[in-house]
């Protein structure tokens, strides 16, 4: 019996027959042509032949959204026609079709032969807690803001004043690679020295998320050199370096620390409603798929925003036990379906204290709340930037409006002056 990946497409079209749309796709993405085939060929090319599953037709009248006509269609494709990895599946599903028009791939669910390649988060949610022995709060990570053009003591005093605030996080920002102000393991050792000492003060443990860049056949490599530095955490522009060699760094047994997803030129293919790829299925599945263990992505609430349904969509795909657990296609025995670790998700892009109780009422506790400005630019100065957050968090999980909080914390107070509240 043939396992199958089943790929879901939004195909528009004011005048298409879907379902012969459908069988295109479905044949001239796996053997090219079918009904000028000998009766004979056909016998030896049926277990390559992409099958359609469902077409479900919406026309524009019938939809209060998108004034247009489209159909929700669903192929299965043959796992024998690829390699298992996901540039193999990507091509395979989506590779030449994706330049065929109006057509976005929704979603993928991934066979249990083709899931049992992947090892999936080596952390995860609770391999994270761990490591900062922080079980019952969501967590709270700042990020370096202007890192360009400062020296040692500069990035020092800057983590400093974040770490102090009591973040349990903090991350380089995407844009800080290897130059000679600041190179990796001398901004590991400083992190962690700065770190240290903002413990004696706070009592917490911290993980510092350095950027992993350079050439690609050389990132296991600098990884390894910043572990040996003493990092515990790696952070990654996945989508410019590629899914399969975030996988790789995955998988790597040498890379013993978590990684952390960026979504930087996650733009480039997901906000057209007409062409793309879903964001839950690039910022959800595939990321947790090929092993990180916290990832970003653009919130609803703040700066660079992503809409509400799209961000719930990621928290599922990121959070479910079995991601792929509605894999629902008669023709594969889905008994041996993989869990995989879950992710944290981390929304994000102008977050501030006052924003915190749509993300807890959103998300819950399994999140972490991640600030830039809303911490670099709070009137009190940085540390007290993330106490504002600490104590929003607090408020939050025992049930008293930010306010009410903020009459005996003054640094939630100074935050609401700033920024306002939503609740």
């Not at 298992?84 to 057509?103: C, E, W, Y």
Request: charged share 20%; hydrophobic share 45%.
């Amino acid at each position: 019996m043939n396992n199958y990946c089943l790929a879901t497409y939004r195909c528009y079209d004011e005048k298409a027959d879907f379902h012969k749309k459908a069988q295109s796709i479905a044949v001239g993405l796996t053997v090219g042509s079918w009904t000028d085939l000998p009766e004979a060929k056909k016998a030896a090319m049926e277990k390559h032949l992409g099958l359609v599953v469902d077409v479900k037709i919406c026309d524009s009248a019938n939809h209060d959204l998108i004034d247009e006509r489209y159909a929700d269609i669903q192929i299965a494709y043959p796992d024998v026609n690829f390699s298992q990895d996901i540039p193999a599946l990507l091509v395979t599903v989506f590779g030449k079709l994706s330049m065929d028009g109006r057509i976005k791939l929704l979603d993928l669910h991934f066979s249990p032969a083709f899931l049992s390649a992947f090892a999936g988060p080596k952390f995860g949610v609770e391999g994270v807690r761990s490591l900062l022995g922080v079980h019952d709060r969501p967590l709270l990570m700042s990020i370096f803001k202007s890192v360009i053009g400062h020296d040692m003591d500069g990035l020092r005093e800057q983590f400093l004043q974040q770490a102090l605030g009591g973040v349990d996080l903090i991350k380089d920002d995407e844009i800080l690679f290897e130059n000679p102000l600041t190179p990796l393991e001398k901004r590991v050792a400083i992190g962690l020295e700065a770190a240290k000492e903002a413990e004696q003060s706070t009592g917490q443990k911290l993980l510092y998320a350095v950027n992993l860049s350079g050439s690609t056949s050389r990132l296991a490599e600098h990884a390894e050199k910043a572990i040996a530095a003493g990092a515990n955490a790696l952070l990654f522009n996945v989508l410019a370096y590629g899914f399969d060699t975030l996988a790789e760094l995955s998988a790597n047994p040498n890379i013993s620390i978590p990684i952390m997803a960026h979504p930087a030129m996650a733009g480039a293919f997901y906000p057209s409603p007409f062409h793309g790829i879903s964001a839950s299925l690039l910022l959800g599945k595939l990321m947790r798929l090929a092993g990180a263990d916290i990832v970003l992505f653009p919130s609803p609430y703040g700066s660079v925003v992503m809409p509400k349904a799209e961000n719930m969509a990621i928290k599922q795909t990121l959070l479910t036990d079995n991601m792929n657990r509605d894999y629902i296609y008669t023709m594969q025995e889905s008994k041996n379906n993989k869990t995989l670790a879950t992710s944290f998700p981390v929304p994000s892009a102008g977050i501030h204290p006052g924003l915190v109780p749509l993300i807890l009422q959103d998300f819950g506790h399994e999140v972490i709340v991640n600030a830039g400005g809303g911490v670099h630019g709070h009137p009190l100065g940085a540390a007290a930037g993330g106490r504002a957050f600490r104590q929003a968090i607090t408020a939050n999980m025992q049930g008293i409006s930010l306010t009410d909080y903020a009459i005996n914390h003054s640094e939630l107070q100074a935050a609401i002056t700033a920024w306002g509240v939503k609740e």
